[in-house]
């Protein structure tokens, strides 16, 4: 076998270099072709020019109108509603001036393909014309600039909410753990000298304020219409909590911490009566009936989006938004941290 | 040796023809070929340098995107390459996955778009441009280009060390890139990655400054600033940049060494890492954050400005008209250099930085869309009413142009904090920066080869396998990008080395499939250029004086490797770069050396 390739290399080394001689021997007789330009190539490349542009840019629509389909569903936060409509004339903005400037580029350089005799049109500079185009994206940036700042200072202004709910989101090489403020709603403080097999976040076993908060893994759940602030950490290295279906993320760095707050507007029930998602799952099962999987329902996802090692892609929580009842109810179940803290 | 070159240069100065015959016996194979310190050669060195790496880092980018497609599935091809540790069964290893994404974007950036782009055309069009003998510093140059090599080899060789090479992706945040604890590739790797680096932030330095000394000093009579052409003006601020920027990469990577090996805690704080909490407090990867983007921001611009003057003196020429907005063109470059220094914070956005910082880097950010604006539709005008010559050249700055915008637009999205939210390091992110500056910036140096080769070569390349190159690189580069937008919007997240692990991504598989299909054809593509510069290098047809009907000094030196560029004295510059078409003139060009007529104005005046 490896003598047939062998073979194969050589005879088709034999047959690229007589092809070059050849062409070498044409050459002779053809001088400059090898590289000046003639009318023949201007028109070739001028029209595949405007093909091109034809087909880039009915891809684009074609593109959106196949895979928007596999897009994130609408935010099911309050803030993240509004992302998306920010999100939405920002991205009819860039479309139009994506179309309109790929358009006028590739019909130029169609219409002006060279042309030998033809002689271009001495056009050094017009002050109209520059101040033009610099005035009109510094007016439409201006808008950009203040609409986005508007939200951003909403979303990231400082929690004032009394009777919200503070998550602690703990990270590490390769798991989310969350943590809960028990009856006394403080979180106990924590020291990372302190983390041992039976003290996986680092409580500090001193801080009675600890002693009563709830440590879950694998998923957490989250009440509807009621603000949620996230304290973020991290034990190694940087990680990312990113919760997609609520517009919300935000980094879990070593030493620090970090926070985010949303007010989650859909229960997971809801969700799964979404048309949307409804169509969104049937997609997914579809693909995994392809790969002999079982299929899955919606659920709320907590990805890492930092690099953080081999398993980054792996590392994952489930989030359950309830009702504040079934949220309550399902707290009460879960078991307070006081047997490890009085070790 | 260096005394010798320069007896040579100055005995140029003003003399004889027949001086060069007399040089050329005195040069051995080492002094010509390797010890070059003439910027031709050095050119030439830093190109084929930049072709071997991105071929490299090609590779290694097909190999991560069959993963991605095909996740599990068994290819000899990934077998052959990494062998029983990395790719055993043909199934690429989870940490080779990151570290083939770390070095196939350091290598990229670093070696192929900074090194490469600026090494090349800044060494070889410098002194053509601005009528100069040769670099200010020959052996300055000379140095550049070996601490280049130098770092190009510690970095391939640390592909072949027993924990692998970094892989903590190429902005090699701590704490992941400062703990061995913390993957295999923070091992000997990082210390490699990290050397190799610190000799290629000399060599960028040792280039950098030679290029700003020579274009501010030896620039032949009558070069005014404003008769540069803007391939001068480009890599004039791009030096800029790299000279104000680089040493704080290595501010940044001088402490990262320091809490790998001494101890220190600058970026390291309340880390338990393998099983044991580390003594290091008081620190914050914030830091290393802030000052690694202090460098990385510039860079792109140190990446895409060449680019863009490479271009607009290609489309220029090509289009037999002047650059529309010559001097609107400078101011953007100008403007595009100073904001990228105040602009870093907008990678930051999400790591914990103050929100009201968010806020003046969002501002500062935006700014930039004007400047970048201006100068798109400068091009698209240019082309207006041109008689646009379609070299391979041409195709690639039309190309670059394209992506320019493409890419462009969604940097709008993403400087805008509150958008970012949702993006921020998804394929969202991957899509747009490929574009905007991968693929402006590798059509922008595909567009200088083709050509000023035949300055390097003597020799023209084959404009058939041009078009073909061209064509197939331009559809498949949008092929394997524009999809990614789409799975940024469905929220995979990047570095994944599979997608396959949440249900969530399950319906994606055909984008990825897409994707990969096409950046085969894409990668394939690449070796029609390759044949076509190496046989081209040996066996192209000869070049005439003038190709291109060029205004630019460069075609006005011999066919001939020289020393000294021009055989007798230097030229007199009379004229801006520009004069394509001009109404009254008797060809369609008129170069920099010729006298202005009596009542004609320079620069675009009528």
Redesign the interface.
């Given at each position: 076998m490896k003598l047939l390739i062998l073979i194969g290399l050589v005879l088709l080394i034999i047959a690229a270099h007589q092809l070059?001689r050849v062409v070498?021997l044409s050459?002779q007789f053809k001088?400059?072709n090898?590289?000046?330009?003639s009318d023949s190539?201007?028109s070739?490349?001028?029209k595949?020019?405007l093909v091109?542009g034809f087909i880039?840019i009915i891809?684009?629509f074609w593109?959106?109108n196949r895979?928007?389909d596999?897009?994130?569903p609408g935010a099911a936060s309050e803030h993240?509603l509004k992302?998306d409509t920010?999100?939405d004339y920002?991205?009819y903005?860039?479309v139009l001036?994506?179309v309109v400037?790929?358009a006028?580029?590739?019909y130029?350089?169609y219409k002006?393909?060279?042309?030998q005799g033809?002689?271009?049109?001495?056009?050094?500079?017009?002050n109209r014309?520059?101040m033009l185009?610099?005035v009109v994206?510094?007016v439409v940036?201006a808008f950009?600039?203040i609409f986005?700042?508007k939200?951003?200072?909403d979303?990231?202004s400082r929690s004032e909410d009394p009777n919200k709910v503070t998550i602690e989101l703990y990270a590490k090489?390769f798991d989310w753990t969350a943590r809960y403020a028990g009856k006394d709603k403080t979180l106990g403080s924590t020291d990372?000298?302190q983390?041992d097999g039976g003290n996986d976040v680092?409580l500090d076993t001193l801080d009675a304020t600890g002693y009563d908060d709830i440590i879950v893994k694998n998923e957490f759940h989250i009440p509807v219409g009621k603000e949620v602030e996230f304290k973020m950490r991290s034990?190694?290295?940087?990680h990312?909590a990113?919760m997609?279906?609520f517009?919300?993320?935000?980094?879990c760095?070593?030493?620090?911490i970090?926070s985010f707050k949303f007010i989650p507007n859909k229960t997971t029930a809801e969700m799964r009566k979404d048309p949307y998602v409804i169509q969104?799952m049937a997609?997914?099962n579809?693909?995994?009936a392809k790969?002999g999987?079982e299929p899955?329902e919606f659920?709320y996802?907590l990805?890492?989006?930092?690099?953080?090692?081999?398993?980054?892609?792996?590392m994952?929580m489930i989030i359950i938004v309830e009702s504040e009842k079934d949220y309550n109810d399902w707290l009460a179940k879960q078991k307070a941290v006081k047997t490890i803290a009085a070790k | 040796m260096a005394n010798a070159h320069s007896a040579d240069l100055k005995e140029h100065v003003g003399h004889h023809d027949h001086a060069h015959d007399h040089d050329e016996h005195e040069e051995s194979f080492v002094s010509k070929y390797i010890f070059s310190m003439d910027h031709k050669m050095i050119s030439r060195q830093f190109l084929i340098t930049a072709i071997i790496m991105a071929v490299i880092a090609m590779t290694m980018s097909i190999i991560f995107r069959m993963q991605l497609a095909w996740p599990g599935e068994k290819f000899a091809f990934i077998n052959a390459f990494l062998g029983d540790k990395w790719g055993k069964d043909g199934v690429l290893d989870p940490n080779m996955y990151l570290a083939l994404v770390t070095i196939h974007g350091t290598i990229m950036v670093f070696f192929v778009l900074t090194g490469g782009l600026s090494g090349t055309f800044a060494n070889l069009l410098i002194p053509f441009q601005v009528g100069a003998r040769d670099m200010a510093s020959g052996f300055l140059n000379m140095l550049s280009y070996w601490f280049f090599f130098l770092s190009s080899v510690i970095m391939l060789g640390s592909l072949f060390i027993e924990d692998g090479p970094a892989s903590g992706g190429w902005t090699i945040y701590p704490p992941l890139s400062a703990l061995p604890e913390a993957m295999p590739g923070s091992r000997l790797g990082m210390t490699l990655w990290l050397i190799s680096m610190t000799s290629f932030i000399v060599s960028s330095l040792l280039g950098g400054i030679n290029y700003i000394v020579t274009i501010i000093n030896l620039r032949t009579k009558g070069m005014k600033m404003t008769r540069m052409p803007l391939t001068m003006w480009a890599i004039l601020i791009t030096a800029i940049l790299g000279v104000l920027s680089f040493p704080v990469l290595v501010s940044c990577v001088v402490l990262l060494i320091c809490d790998r090996s001494l101890g220190t805690s600058f970026y390291l704080s309340d880390i338990y890492i393998g099983g044991r909490p580390l003594d290091n407090v008081g620190g914050s990867p914030v830091l290393f954050e802030h000052l690694f983007w202090f460098l990385g921001h510039p860079e792109v611009y140190i990446v895409l400005l060449p680019a863009l003057g490479i271009t607009s003196e290609i489309i220029s020429t090509n289009s037999r008209k002047p650059i529309f907005g010559y001097r609107a063109m400078i101011g953007s470059m100008l403007a595009i250099g100073f904001l990228s220094f105040i602009v870093w914070g907008h990678h930051m956005y999400l790591t914990g930085m103050n929100p009201f910082l968010g806020s003046v880097f969002v501002f500062t950010t935006l700014l930039i869309a004007i400047p970048s604006a201006v100068k798109a539709f400068n091009y698209i005008t240019t082309l207006w009413k041109g008689n646009i010559q379609y070299t391979p050249a041409m195709l690639f700055s039309i190309g670059l142009v394209s992506s320019f915008i493409t890419g462009g637009v969604t940097g709008i999205i993403l400087a805008d904090s509150t958008l970012d939210i949702n993006v921020h390091d998804t394929y969202f992110v991957v899509a747009h920066f490929h574009i905007v500056m991968g693929l402006s910036a590798i059509f922008g140096m595909f567009a200088g080869v083709y050509h000023w080769f035949p300055k390097m070569f003597l020799r023209m390349m084959n404009k058939k396998l041009g078009y073909l190159h061209f064509w197939l690189t331009f559809i498949c580069a949008y092929g394997v990008f524009f999809p990614m937008h789409f799975l940024g919007l469905a929220g995979v997240p990047r570095r994944y080395y599979t997608n396959s692990a949440f249900p969530m991504f399950d319906n994606l598989v055909d984008i990825n499939e897409i994707v990969t299909v096409f950046a085969i054809i894409a990668a394939l593509a690449q070796f029609i250029f390759i044949f076509n510069f190496f046989y081209s290098m040996f066996r192209g047809e000869k070049s005439p004086q003038n190709p291109w009907n060029s205004n630019t000094l460069e075609w006005t030196t011999p066919m001939a490797n020289i020393h000294g560029n021009w055989p007798g004295s230097l030229p007199v510059v009379h004229r801006w770069a520009y004069d394509y078409s001009k109404p009254g003139a008797e060809h369609d060009f008129i170069p920099q050396t010729v006298p202005l007529a009596d009542g004609e104005h320079d620069g675009g005046g009528h």
């Amino acid at each position: 076998m490896k003598l047939l390739i062998l073979i194969g290399l050589v005879l088709l080394i034999i047959a690229a270099h007589q092809l070059m001689r050849v062409v070498e021997l044409s050459r002779q007789f053809k001088k400059g072709n090898e590289w000046s330009v003639s009318d023949s190539d201007n028109s070739f490349n001028g029209k595949a020019m405007l093909v091109f542009g034809f087909i880039f840019i009915i891809s684009l629509f074609w593109q959106g109108n196949r895979w928007n389909d596999n897009a994130l569903p609408g935010a099911a936060s309050e803030h993240g509603l509004k992302i998306d409509t920010l999100w939405d004339y920002n991205m009819y903005l860039v479309v139009l001036v994506f179309v309109v400037t790929n358009a006028f580029l590739f019909y130029f350089a169609y219409k002006y393909k060279g042309k030998q005799g033809v002689k271009a049109t001495f056009f050094a500079h017009d002050n109209r014309l520059e101040m033009l185009w610099t005035v009109v994206p510094a007016v439409v940036l201006a808008f950009i600039i203040i609409f986005g700042l508007k939200y951003w200072n909403d979303i990231t202004s400082r929690s004032e909410d009394p009777n919200k709910v503070t998550i602690e989101l703990y990270a590490k090489q390769f798991d989310w753990t969350a943590r809960y403020a028990g009856k006394d709603k403080t979180l106990g403080s924590t020291d990372y000298r302190q983390i041992d097999g039976g003290n996986d976040v680092g409580l500090d076993t001193l801080d009675a304020t600890g002693y009563d908060d709830i440590i879950v893994k694998n998923e957490f759940h989250i009440p509807v219409g009621k603000e949620v602030e996230f304290k973020m950490r991290s034990r190694d290295v940087i990680h990312s909590a990113y919760m997609p279906h609520f517009r919300a993320q935000m980094n879990c760095v070593p030493g620090m911490i970090t926070s985010f707050k949303f007010i989650p507007n859909k229960t997971t029930a809801e969700m799964r009566k979404d048309p949307y998602v409804i169509q969104l799952m049937a997609g997914i099962n579809e693909a995994r009936a392809k790969k002999g999987e079982e299929p899955v329902e919606f659920d709320y996802q907590l990805l890492c989006n930092k690099i953080c090692g081999a398993s980054h892609y792996n590392m994952g929580m489930i989030i359950i938004v309830e009702s504040e009842k079934d949220y309550n109810d399902w707290l009460a179940k879960q078991k307070a941290v006081k047997t490890i803290a009085a070790k | 040796m260096a005394n010798a070159h320069s007896a040579d240069l100055k005995e140029h100065v003003g003399h004889h023809d027949h001086a060069h015959d007399h040089d050329e016996h005195e040069e051995s194979f080492v002094s010509k070929y390797i010890f070059s310190m003439d910027h031709k050669m050095i050119s030439r060195q830093f190109l084929i340098t930049a072709i071997i790496m991105a071929v490299i880092a090609m590779t290694m980018s097909i190999i991560f995107r069959m993963q991605l497609a095909w996740p599990g599935e068994k290819f000899a091809f990934i077998n052959a390459f990494l062998g029983d540790k990395w790719g055993k069964d043909g199934v690429l290893d989870p940490n080779m996955y990151l570290a083939l994404v770390t070095i196939h974007g350091t290598i990229m950036v670093f070696f192929v778009l900074t090194g490469g782009l600026s090494g090349t055309f800044a060494n070889l069009l410098i002194p053509f441009q601005v009528g100069a003998r040769d670099m200010a510093s020959g052996f300055l140059n000379m140095l550049s280009y070996w601490f280049f090599f130098l770092s190009s080899v510690i970095m391939l060789g640390s592909l072949f060390i027993e924990d692998g090479p970094a892989s903590g992706g190429w902005t090699i945040y701590p704490p992941l890139s400062a703990l061995p604890e913390a993957m295999p590739g923070s091992r000997l790797g990082m210390t490699l990655w990290l050397i190799s680096m610190t000799s290629f932030i000399v060599s960028s330095l040792l280039g950098g400054i030679n290029y700003i000394v020579t274009i501010i000093n030896l620039r032949t009579k009558g070069m005014k600033m404003t008769r540069m052409p803007l391939t001068m003006w480009a890599i004039l601020i791009t030096a800029i940049l790299g000279v104000l920027s680089f040493p704080v990469l290595v501010s940044c990577v001088v402490l990262l060494i320091c809490d790998r090996s001494l101890g220190t805690s600058f970026y390291l704080s309340d880390i338990y890492i393998g099983g044991r909490p580390l003594d290091n407090v008081g620190g914050s990867p914030v830091l290393f954050e802030h000052l690694f983007w202090f460098l990385g921001h510039p860079e792109v611009y140190i990446v895409l400005l060449p680019a863009l003057g490479i271009t607009s003196e290609i489309i220029s020429t090509n289009s037999r008209k002047p650059i529309f907005g010559y001097r609107a063109m400078i101011g953007s470059m100008l403007a595009i250099g100073f904001l990228s220094f105040i602009v870093w914070g907008h990678h930051m956005y999400l790591t914990g930085m103050n929100p009201f910082l968010g806020s003046v880097f969002v501002f500062t950010t935006l700014l930039i869309a004007i400047p970048s604006a201006v100068k798109a539709f400068n091009y698209i005008t240019t082309l207006w009413k041109g008689n646009i010559q379609y070299t391979p050249a041409m195709l690639f700055s039309i190309g670059l142009v394209s992506s320019f915008i493409t890419g462009g637009v969604t940097g709008i999205i993403l400087a805008d904090s509150t958008l970012d939210i949702n993006v921020h390091d998804t394929y969202f992110v991957v899509a747009h920066f490929h574009i905007v500056m991968g693929l402006s910036a590798i059509f922008g140096m595909f567009a200088g080869v083709y050509h000023w080769f035949p300055k390097m070569f003597l020799r023209m390349m084959n404009k058939k396998l041009g078009y073909l190159h061209f064509w197939l690189t331009f559809i498949c580069a949008y092929g394997v990008f524009f999809p990614m937008h789409f799975l940024g919007l469905a929220g995979v997240p990047r570095r994944y080395y599979t997608n396959s692990a949440f249900p969530m991504f399950d319906n994606l598989v055909d984008i990825n499939e897409i994707v990969t299909v096409f950046a085969i054809i894409a990668a394939l593509a690449q070796f029609i250029f390759i044949f076509n510069f190496f046989y081209s290098m040996f066996r192209g047809e000869k070049s005439p004086q003038n190709p291109w009907n060029s205004n630019t000094l460069e075609w006005t030196t011999p066919m001939a490797n020289i020393h000294g560029n021009w055989p007798g004295s230097l030229p007199v510059v009379h004229r801006w770069a520009y004069d394509y078409s001009k109404p009254g003139a008797e060809h369609d060009f008129i170069p920099q050396t010729v006298p202005l007529a009596d009542g004609e104005h320079d620069g675009g005046g009528h």
